[in-house]
């Protein structure tokens, strides 16, 4: 591949950019850490665009959308999601017609475009460009203060500032900015406009992942997050952009130490994320060019895909998960707390001995371990006499699909029958031709996701290798259009590894969730089971006052990433289908929306919404005591 992208660069106009080290921005820059997101810039802008690639690009993301599961939904999406409303077919076309300023402006439109579907399944990461991220010293939250509720930059910003890289800190001292004095004022505005608008305003242009509106509010301000055995604050998306492609934000605001407002302009530091570089040559080939991993193999006769099940898998990427800013606490609770050993599962007993906490920061985890750590932590609140069970999803980005239903199941009990929803994957003329090679191969190797012995029918009993669940296609209707679907179908994920019990653990009425409604895919699945089949009472915290927000707001059941998708068409045997799309020539992902999860849409029940505080913003203990003092009759 990188005697392909050699051959490319020779021939066309990168490489005199490339090899002209004269007033080269990457040099200027390289081997630093943090540098001024106008530098940032200018490294990432000196590479001309380059109309092979863009070809390229937008034949594997066109040929991808293909598969997507929602691509006509996208058309006229039902209240109160329009604002994701796009047609995809068009807009794809325009990216490739037009003509850009550099190839960064190219890669970051079909990036803009992806992200605006607000589907976290499904974006375009173009890997050689998102190697720098634009960090603000003032993170800013949503809390209610003598019952009003307002944006303040975050009040114990000078201590968890002090848990960062001294040299980000130390930045803005050499620049003479003093952000220590800005911890606790309150927000009048951003921008020029009215601090809760700005944050709609980056809610709708920049956050992406969530299709309700109000829950990508929620992600533009700081909150707690547990993502490997740690509590740590993410920065939120006012304070952490994806792109280092503004130097300031303007804030007028008021000082907890003054009456008098002020206008502020804040510096952005950018971090760099990407490989070594020391130039812009060599910027390019450890950033830019495809990797080994970047496409699929053709997995027939493969020793490491033979015998090895994938799990199919519902997660959100590339957000704060990957960040390599951490807003770490020593410590955030009083009480005893458990990190148990898959990293994704931390237990609480609260204080009044009754109510018991399962704080799950995440399913992308070791699947026996994950299992083992629930029943040794239920295990746990059981022995100990607990009653009452929080089930903390707060910032949980999903993971392992089985891991959500397992979940699911070990708490309501084996009684309920199966654990999942019904889902479907697209079944286009390309998905229907790898299928049908499949069968016709005899091809059952479980590394494949489109393999039919790797599903079940919704009596629950395993799909045969023979079995064409694409054809006849089912027609599924939806804005004027008719998207051929393959027959409803279930996970593989039963019998899970550790025994069920048959009753549920607790009273489900005595079961809560607490969340601050980003709660993605596998988390969502989770959530949506519970509330739906035992009306599993759920309390959001934080948002915007008035504004509405769902405790899910993702659709999609299971993400297939490039490579994946490449492999189950390399391993078809198709790679030369004219439907077929090439190879990245450069490091980039284009992820989608393979499978819909079908809901029941039973939305009778209500949601509790709580603002945050100063003491539970950032406190996950005193939340859970807030919680339990709420939410238990």
Not at 586 to 610: C, K, Q, T
Request: overall charge negative.
């Amino acid at each position: 591949m990188a005697a392909i992208l050699l051959g490319l660069i020779t021939a066309g106009p990168l490489l005199t950019a490339l090899a002209a080290p004269k007033g080269d921005p990457c040099t200027k820059i390289a081997g630093q850490t943090f540098v001024p997101p106008h530098d940032a810039l200018a490294c990432l802008k000196s590479f001309p665009f380059n109309k092979t690639l863009q070809d390229n690009v937008m034949d594997v993301v066109s040929g991808v959308f293909d598969f997507f599961a929602f691509e006509d939904w996208y058309f006229d999406p039902p209240a109160p999601f329009q604002d994701s409303r796009i047609a995809i077919p068009r807009r794809l076309a325009w990216i490739r017609h037009t003509h850009y300023a550099t190839d960064y402006d190219f890669n970051r439109a079909v990036f803009d475009f992806t992200n605006r579907l607000n589907d976290g399944h499904t974006l375009y990461i173009p890997n050689c460009y998102r190697t720098f991220r634009n960090f603000l010293p003032t993170p800013v939250v949503t809390l209610e203060e003598n019952g009003t509720q307002a944006v303040f930059v975050m009040p114990d910003l000078v201590q968890l500032m002090s848990s960062l890289d001294p040299d980000f800190t130390s930045y803005f001292d050499e620049i003479g900015f003093d952000w220590r004095r800005l911890a606790g004022a309150k927000v009048i505005d951003i921008e020029g406009l009215e601090a809760y608008d700005y944050a709609d305003k980056i809610a709708s242009m920049e956050t992406g992942t969530y299709l309700d509106h109000g829950v990508r509010v929620n992600s533009v301000f700081s909150s707690y997050i547990f993502p490997n055995s740690d509590f740590t604050q993410r920065f939120g998306d006012i304070a952490e952009r994806s792109f280092p492609d503004q130097n300031t934000l303007t804030m007028t605001l008021m000082p907890a130490d003054s009456k008098n407002p002020e206008t502020v302009k804040i510096p952005f530091l950018s971090a760099y994320v990407g490989g070594d570089f020391t130039d812009k040559a060599s910027f390019w080939e450890a950033n830019c060019v495809a990797r080994s991993d970047t496409n699929g193999v053709d997995a027939r006769g493969s020793k490491s895909f033979r015998g090895k099940r994938r799990q199919p898998k519902g997660v959100i990427t590339d957000r704060d998960l990957a960040s390599i800013m951490r807003l770490s606490r020593p410590s955030v609770t009083s009480v005893s707390t458990v990190s148990e050993g898959s990293g994704a599962i931390q237990s609480s007993i609260l204080p009044s001995n009754k109510t018991g906490v399962l704080f799950v920061g995440s399913f992308e985890a070791d699947v026996g371990q994950f299992q083992e750590d629930v029943k040794a932590t239920t295990d746990r609140f059981k022995e100990a006499g607990v009653t009452r069970l929080i089930v903390d999803l707060t910032n949980n980005g999903g993971g392992n699909l089985c891991l959500g239903q397992f979940l699911h199941q070990y708490l309501a009990g084996a009684k309920i029958g199966y654990p999942g929803v019904q889902t479907t994957s697209r079944a286009n003329p390309l998905a229907q031709k790898i299928l049908a090679a499949y069968i016709a191969q005899g091809h059952t190797n479980p590394a494949s996701f489109y393999a039919p012995d790797n599903w079940v029918f919704l009596n629950d009993t395993q799909m045969p290798p023979t079995f064409n669940y694409n054809n006849p296609s089912v027609p599924f209707p939806i804005n004027g259009r008719t998207d051929p679907q393959s027959i409803r179908f279930h996970d593989a994920c039963t019998p899970f590894d550790i025994p069920i019990p048959e009753e549920a653990l607790f009273d489900l009425k005595d079961v809560v969730i607490v969340t601050n409604a980003n709660c993605a895919s596998a988390c969502a699945l989770f959530s949506t089971i519970m509330f739906e089949r035992h009306q599993t009472k759920i309390a959001v915290f934080g948002g915007k006052p008035g504004l509405q927000m769902e405790y899910k707001g993702m659709g999609g059941h299971q993400v297939m990433e490039w490579s994946e998708l490449d492999t189950e068409i390399k391993t078809a045997g198709l790679k030369d289908d004219p439907l077929a799309p090439p190879d990245f020539l450069v490091n980039a992902n284009m992820r989608h929306s393979w499978r819909i999860g079908w809901s029941s849409l039973n939305e009778s029940y209500p949601i509790d919404r709580f603002p945050y505080t100063k003491d539970t913003y950032a406190n996950p203990q005193n939340l859970w005591l807030f919680a339990e003092s709420q939410l238990f009759s």
